[in-house]
Nanobody
Framework: QVQLVESGGGLVQAGGSLRLSCTAS????????MAWFRQAPGKEREFVAV????????SYAQSVKGRFSISRDIAKNMGHLQMNSLKPEDTAVYYC????????????WGQGTQVTVSS
C-alpha cells in the first residue's frame, strides 16, 4: 500500500509562485507515473501534470503549460509541482497520485493540499 502526502499549499497573490511536494511511502519498479490533479469548489477534479517515474518525461494540461513544472526525486520518493505566474483560477485543492505499470487508473492518492490565489 502506497501512502502519499502533499505539502506546500497556501495563500498567494496572483502572479506569485508556490512549490508543492508529494512524498510517497514507497516507490519501486511498479511505479509508472506520478501525477497532480486539482479540484476547485463546485467543479470536477481535473488533470494538471504527470511525470513518468523512471524516465522523467513530463506532460501538462494546456491550462498550466508554460507556468507549471513537474519533477521527481527518485532517491527521496518525492515529486514536486512548481507553480509560477499563478492565477485566481488556479485556486483548488491539489492532489498527487501514482499509477502502477500496466494500470489504467491512479490507485494511490494523497489527501490534498489547498492552494488559494488571490486577485
Amino acid at each position: 500500500q502506497v501512502q502519499l502526502v502533499e505539502s506546500g499549499g497556501g495563500l498567494v497573490q496572483a502572479g506569485g509562485s508556490l512549490r508543492l511536494s508529494c512524498t510517497a511511502s514507497v516507490t519501486d519498479l511498479n511505479t509508472y507515473a506520478m501525477a497532480w490533479f486539482r479540484q476547485a469548489p463546485g467543479k470536477e477534479r481535473e488533470f494538471v501534470a504527470v511525470i513518468t517515474w523512471s524516465g522523467g518525461r513530463p506532460s501538462y494540461a494546456q491550462s498550466v503549460k508554460g507556468r507549471f513544472s513537474i519533477s521527481r526525486d527518485i532517491a527521496k520518493n518525492m515529486g514536486h509541482l512548481q507553480m509560477n505566474s499563478l492565477k485566481p483560477e488556479d485556486t483548488a485543492v491539489y492532489y498527487c497520485a501514482t499509477r502502477d505499470v500496466g494500470a489504467d487508473t491512479y490507485a494511490y492518492w494523497g489527501q490534498g493540499t489547498q492552494v488559494t490565489v488571490s486577485s
